[in-house]
């Protein structure tokens, strides 16, 4: 991306999309039971109160009664066409692991396995965004949390800490292909979930050889434990290979999630917050999701910055939008085009 020398006045940016994660299915509901849902009416709770403080987009999981992360796709499409009427104007973006949490005490925290990822195709209603991971990729959600951030919680637990350690994101390029394949037949957007530049570079080869042609909608994930941390450095590296027709939203972990995202307001990216990525405010204290997504508002409102609602959140996304070819899609997204065989001056569009 592109910084000018008026590109941090708020005027000239968009308007900010805050996507809430209110899920949290890497917790307990004891971990936090103000604020972790449980019951379909707290699910569906869960989502009007983040509408209603500014989020636009809401990443969705679903969790039992039992307490547990549902892997029933029937529970997710019970809560998506609860979620149409309740709040209609969200985004609605659905968590491509489907539940990572363990299933037991001592077990594997692992995402579903290739098909039963590939069936979130079929929902119904259909979301309009899954989250899809490139690139098979280690996902220590643990490597971040200090002492402080695990007291109290289930993580305290060594069995369950272990499970969360040693996860995998299983994306191997057969299965993203045609997982894309399958999104675009039902109309789903994906939803580009970025540990590293690397997997950046495999999206774009991806465009490049036709096999996605359409809006590219990324989140840096700075949570560490293979993938980026939440360094500035990385975070800049990360911004600079983005192009200018993408919209990127930075998500980090654990009391990061704050700085990372106050610097996403002031450089017009994009946001996501909620108890899936923290439970924190300010140390030893505990902050709701609807607590963090104020907070946000407020800091964008004193950044001069206007946040989106439903309408604009869609239309930065470009929601059911596809383009037609490899050409169209690197001119709308700000690639350079595909080199013709040797030809020079090759990173201008006519």
């Known amino acids: 991306m592109h910084f000018l020398d008026d590109s941090l006045f708020p005027e000239n940016q968009e308007k900010l999309a805050i996507t809430a994660a209110p899920y949290g299915p890497e917790w307990e509901p004891a971990d936090f039971p103000e604020d972790l849902p449980v019951t379909m009416d707290q699910h569906v709770q869960a989502a009007v109160d983040c509408y209603n403080a500014g989020a636009t987009v809401l990443h969705i999981h679903v ?24 709040v209609p104007d969200m985004i609605l973006q659905i ?12 077990e594997a925290a692992k995402w579903l396995e290739d098909e039963a990822r590939h069936m979130l195709a079929n929902l119904d209603p259909a979301p309009d965004q899954v989250t899809i991971a490139i690139n098979t990729n280690q996902m220590n959600i643990v490597e971040l949390m200090f002492p402080d951030d695990i007291a109290g919680t289930s993580f305290e637990r ?59 909608n990324i989140s840096w994930v700075a949570i560490g434990g293979g993938f980026d941390g939440p360094n500035p450095y990385n975070m800049m590296n990360f911004i ?66 206007s946040v989106a609602d439903g309408k604009e959140a869609r239309d930065i996304y470009k929601i059911g939008e596809y383009w037609d070819g490899v050409d169209e899609t690197l001119a709308k997204l700000g690639y350079p085009p595909n080199r013709k065989p040797g030809q020079l001056g090759f990173t201008f569009h006519d």
Request: hydrophobic letters at 40%; charged letters at 25%.
């Open 240 to 305: 600079q290979r983005v192009p200018d027709g993408a919209s990127l939203t930075l998500e980090a972990i654990m009391r990061t999630v704050l700085p990372i995202n106050t610097m996403a307001i002031a450089m017009g990216l994009h946001t996501r917050t909620g108890n899936e990525d923290t439970l924190w405010d300010r140390k030893g204290e505990k902050a709701t999701t609807v607590h963090q997504i104020e907070k946000l508002v407020r800091i964008a409102g004193e950044l001069g910055r």
């Open 95 to 106: 968590g491509g692991s489907i539940s990572f949490a363990p299933e037991s005490e001592g």
């Open 63 to 86: 969790r039992e009664l039992n307490g547990k992360g549902s892997k029933r796709l029937s529970q997710f499409n019970e809560l998506l066409g609860r979620l149409r009427e309740a």
């Open 158 to 216: 060594p069995a369950l800490y272990e499970a969360y350690r040693n996860m995998v994101v299983p994306a191997e390029p057969a299965w993203v292909e045609e997982h894309l394949r399958r999104l675009r037949a039902a109309g789903i957007q994906p939803h580009f979930q970025l540990a590293n530049v690397a997997q950046l570079e495999t999206v774009e080869r991806l465009i490049r050889r036709g096999v996605y042609t359409g809006p590219l």
